[in-house]
């Protein structure tokens, strides 16, 4: 596996080394040890998520706040999307920063986005299957959503028309009023 440190030092790209022929291919998607040595620490790993969704469906930004803050180790088994970090931790100096990078079932890369982060993504292809780890359950009364479209990030998702959103992250709350991390 290789792990490459991004421009916010703290979120990991991670390529797995990929075998493969004619038949397929075989990678391992996670090993705790080569994590750790990766990340220069240790992530307990609690929930298994997937998700399905279509072509312009964009989810986030969200996180959860302390005590039941979580990391994400994040792929895509399905499709291709543009996956996002924003650093939300008050004493970062990358506050407000964001990270973006493609993830598709072709490419096989993963992204950490460590506790401290909101997380969003939008399916570039015809749909995408999504799957991450996280190192606390889910918990609604610690979860937030921050505004994917707020003007002060500046994300440029890449997208032909407005993107499909749930409720909750139509309702996302701007970054200067959002509970930091």
Known sequence: MQATRLEIPDVLL????????ARG??????NQAAF???AGTHYDFVQDNHSRSARGVLRGLHYQI??????KLVRVVQGAVFDVAVDIRRESP?????VGVEL???NKRQLFIPPGFAHGFVVLSDSA???YKTT????PPHERCIAWNDPSLAIPWPLAEAPSLSAKDAQGTPFGAAELF
Do not use: H, N
Request: overall charge negative; hydrophobic content about 45%.
């Open 14 to 21: 991670i390529e797995p080394k990929v075998f493969g022929d």
């Open 25 to 30: 291919f075989f990678f391992e998607s996670f």
């Open 36 to 38: 750790d040595a990766a």
């Open 66 to 71: 302390a005590p039941k803050a979580q990391g």
């Open 94 to 98: 990358t506050l407000g920063r964001w």
């Open 104 to 106: 598709s079932a072709d």
């Open 129 to 131: 299957e999504f799957l």
């Open 136 to 139: 606390d359950y889910w918990s």
